[in-house]
């Protein structure tokens, strides 16, 4: 593609002031030196200015205030998804701290300290597994609620 071919895709843009200072030196610079991109340019400038001198249209302030409220209600729920979002991380971090904190006083409760490695390891991991499984089933069980209440306020909104 040649440069007076890429100015004459800029032409448009430059008349209608959607170009960047250095882009429309360069097509000034072209069209002094091009007379047939300085005649376009002029068509695109007297298009530009005819389209400048239309009205605007104003939308109503019916649709205006919709979509203010539109815009309120979807800040609000975004608002309200971080918050179940953070509630959600808690959850997750709390069973695990649960878990991780809950190994020694279950091993206390299961036959005291000095038994860490004893013949009844198995026995107590094992027990620990469901104790742990347990944590994480509450939490999920509260996640899903907080998931279904959720909803039902999407609903109701």
């Known amino acids: 593609m040649t440069e007076h071919e890429r100015i004459r895709e800029l032409l448009a ?18 069209t002094a030196a091009c007379a047939e991109c300085a005649q376009e340019m002029e068509v695109w400038r007297s298009l530009a200015q005819k389209l400048r001198r239309l009205p605007t249209p104003q939308p109503r302030p019916e649709t205006v ?3 203010r409220a539109i815009a309120e209600a979807r800040l609000r729920q975004a608002a309200e998804d971080r918050g179940y979002l953070r509630m959600m991380i808690f959850l997750v ?33 094992m027990g620990f597994a469901v104790w742990t499984s347990l944590g994480w089933l509450i939490a999920g069980i509260a996640a899903a609620v907080l998931a279904a209440q959720q909803r039902r306020e999407r609903r109701l909104a």
């Not at 649960?98 to 004893?118: D, H, K, T």
């Open 65 to 67: 205030e919709r979509a």
């Open 93 to 125: 971090v709390f069973a695990w701290v649960l878990m991780l904190a809950s190994w020694p006083v279950y091993r206390v409760l299961a036959g005291g300290m000095l038994e860490w490695y004893g013949p009844s390891f198995i026995r107590n991991w």
């Open 13 to 30: 843009l430059a008349a209608g002031d959607a170009l960047a200072a250095d882009e429309i030196r360069r097509v000034e610079q072209h």
